[in-house]
């Protein structure tokens, strides 16, 4: 996978679970890689190891900062996209709200209940 986020350690903020989703919103994260992230939420399949998907806000790089603070990515198999860049990204609330979204869009979960279970 492209861009796949290089999590060394990262602390879970919130769980999901979303149809056959397991969906951990993780936070204080040391990435294995030159990017610095806020907040990475990471889709697996029930019954998987590996996430299939993930919304990640990292943070802007500095040529970039006149247009928000971090950028709002989708990374799957097929894409690795910068959707959004924005200062609230880096808001817990907002990025789990907007994250969820745009995860369960980019699999076909719309109509599935989303149920927060920490």
Avoid at 41 to 58: K, S
Avoid at 67 to 88: F, K
Avoid at 102 to 111: D, I, N, Y
Wanted: aromatic fraction near 8%.
């Amino acid at each position: 996978m492209q861009d796949r986020p290089s999590i060394k350690t990262a602390i879970p903020k919130r769980r999901y679970r979303v149809g056959n989703f397991s969906v951990s919103l993780l936070g204080e994260i040391e990435s294995g890689d030159e990017r610095a992230f806020r907040y990475i939420l990471a889709f697996v399949p029930i019954g998987d190891r590996e996430p299939t998907l993930y919304v990640c806000a990292e943070e802007t790089p500095a040529a970039e900062l006149g247009q928000g603070r971090y950028r709002l990515r989708l990374v799957n198999q097929a894409m690795s996209e910068v959707i959004d860049r924005d200062d609230r990204w880096g808001d817990l609330d907002a990025f789990a709200e907007q994250g969820v979204r745009l995860g369960t869009q980019a699999l076909g979960l719309k109509s599935e209940p989303v149920v927060r279970l920490m």
